[in-house]
């Protein structure tokens, strides 16, 4: 949480992941995501709303940055 002076404090997530395969433990991709998110108000409840949000975001960039699993059809 960064707080700059007067006024709501601003939030910032940062994820970092490695998706592997469990056998061989080889690493498959390695991701990250951040996100920044200004609470509403400079108190708890919009400052915990304001991590929920970009807790949410990041998490949604890793998601998307996941490869596709290869085709299984021959």
Known sequence: VEYTGAGAPTVHVA??????????RDVIASLSADSTVT???DRMQPVVAAFERATGEALSQLVAGVPAPPSTRP
């Open 15 to 24: 994820l970092v992941g490695s998706l592997g395969r469990r056998g061989s």
């Open 39 to 41: 609470a509403a108000a």
